[in-house]
Structures are given as C-alpha cells and as structure tokens.
C-alpha cells in the first residue's frame, strides 16, 4: 500500500507554488548519521557521484568531508535511488542532512511511491523524522516520514500561497 495518494498530494508536487528544489532536511544529526546515510547508499546500490566543486571524488567518509575549512567549496553528492530520480545532498553541516530534489521528475504515483520509499530507508536507518519544505521555507514542512507510523504523511492540509 502507497504512503501517499498522488492525488492527495499532488499540490505539494507543484513546481510553480513550491519551487522546482524544495528542501529536504533531517535535523537533529551528527557526524555519524551522515555517515549513516552514506553507508545506507552503498548498501542500497544507489548511483552516485561525489564531487567538490567540479571535481569528481570517489566518496569519503563523512567525517572528513564535515571538516572541511568553513570557506571550501560546499561537497555535494547526487544519488540516483531510482532511474530518472536524483537526490542532491549537501554537506553543510553536521546538524542537519539537507537535500534536494526535482519536483519535475516526481510527477504521477510511481514516482511519489519511489520518493516515499527513499524517505522511509533514511528516516528508519536514522531513527529520525524526513521533512520536504518549500523551496527556500525551512520550517513549514509539507510532508515527511513520520518515525513513529514508520511512513511518510502529509503534514499540511493544502499549501496556502
């Protein structure tokens, strides 16, 4: 069974009232729980790509892309869970693993269904809520995986412009 209903959602799926790149974050975490995720996308099988600035990397552990200088050039890593679904992360803080995805390639259940699914392996692993604002709105989350449902639920009624 689906977490979500396409057409439950499908406003918050919207590029013109959400942005194309809306912010997914997990905040409450460490060092380790970056690592966490980045073991989750090995074990996984993910395509990825870890770059710093243009360069390509093969990916490090988490600790030493954290302590990096505060003025280097911000580590990202693209993960594909899927054909045609990309997750970017960006390594600018331990506290909170922020994300981004493409409202333009999650269009329609199937894709919802594997956006679902993505939430729900990191919010298990890390034992911690995932969260999808608004493009550039940290803090009014739309929906997330909820830890204690074990799924991803809406967590507005409509987005309100």
Avoid: N
């Amino acid at each position: 069974m689906a977490d979500l209903l396409w057409d439950d959602v499908s406003c918050f799926f919207d590029p013109d009232l959400m942005g194309a790149l809306p912010d997914v974050r997990v905040p409450g975490c460490s060092v380790e729980d970056w690592q966490a995720v980045l073991d989750l996308v090995e074990e996984r099988g993910w395509k990825c790509q870890y770059s710093e600035g243009e360069v390509v990397l093969a990916v490090p552990r988490a600790e030493a892309v954290l302590s990096r200088p505060a003025d280097a050039e911000c580590p990202t890593l693209r993960v594909w869970p899927t054909d045609g679904v990309l997750a970017i992360f960006r390594f600018v803080e331990a506290e909170v693993i922020d994300f981004d995805v493409d409202l333009r390639e999650l269009q329609g259940q199937e894709r919802l269904d594997v956006l679902c699914g993505f939430f729900r392996e990191i919010g298990r692993r890390l034992g911690k809520p995932v969260l999808k604002d608004p493009q550039g709105d940290h803090g009014r989350s739309v929906l997330g995986y909820d830890i204690e449902l074990g799924r991803v639920v809406p967590l507005a009624d409509r987005l309100v412009t």
